[in-house]
């Protein structure tokens, strides 16, 4: 067993030294993953601590060692879905001098964000590591446990639904 497999095992028996070993190798993921979500360093610093200390009480349940990465990810996702749903249910008051422009503007992001929140949460887990992490196919497909193939299809479909979603003609392309 290598030295990955051995520490997600020894986390599964509750060994804090090997979950926080595995914590700091994902660390800056989970991070960059949250803030590029949440655009908050904030709200994105304590989603990636609601994850670890959720983990770290779950972590006997994990079946499968091989899964520890993605299944971290898809628990900071579920805790990036929830913060946004605060988002758009959150009041800001908007300043006086705010133009015509900047209005249309922050009504297309609400949009957006609500758009995104109606997605699955593979779909909106996958395009965040696209988008917004930057990873690409293999990468999340690694990660995911995955085809690359089966990860581009289950994008390209969730940025269509997006698109619908919006009214749009055509969905944007991205690298």
């Known amino acids: 067993m290598d030295g990955y497999l051995h520490l997600v095992e020894k986390a599964r028996q509750r060994d804090a030294g090997a979950f926080a070993a595995l914590y700091t190798q994902i660390y800056q993921d989970l991070y960059k993953f949250a803030l590029y979500t949440l655009k908050n360093s904030h709200d994105a610093e304590d989603?990636?601590?609601?994850?670890?200390?959720?983990?770290?009480?779950?972590?006997?349940?994990?079946?499968?060692?091989?899964?520890?990465?993605?299944?971290?990810?898809?628990?900071?996702?579920?805790?990036?879905?929830?913060?946004?749903?605060?988002?758009?249910?959150?009041?800001?008051?908007?300043?006086?001098?705010?133009?015509?422009?900047?209005?249309?503007?922050?009504?297309?992001?609400?949009?957006?964000?609500?758009?995104?929140?109606?997605?699955?949460?593979?779909?909106?887990?996958?395009i965040s590591l696209h988008l917004f992490g930057g990873y690409k196919s293999r990468e999340i497909a690694a990660a995911l446990h995955m085809n690359e193939n089966t990860v581009r299809s289950k994008e390209s479909r969730a940025l269509k639904k997006m698109s619908l979603i919006l009214g749009e003609k055509e969905v944007p392309k991205n690298g």
């Open 47 to 126: 989603v990636v601590s609601d994850t670890v200390t959720d983990a770290f009480a779950s972590i006997h349940k994990l079946r499968n060692a091989d899964a520890f990465r993605s299944w971290m990810f898809k628990i900071l996702s579920n805790k990036c879905r929830m913060k946004l749903k605060e988002y758009v249910h959150k009041t800001v008051e908007l300043p006086d001098d705010l133009s015509s422009d900047d209005l249309g503007s922050v009504a297309e992001h609400v949009e957006v964000r609500k758009a995104f929140a109606r997605l699955e949460a593979e779909e909106r887990l996958i």
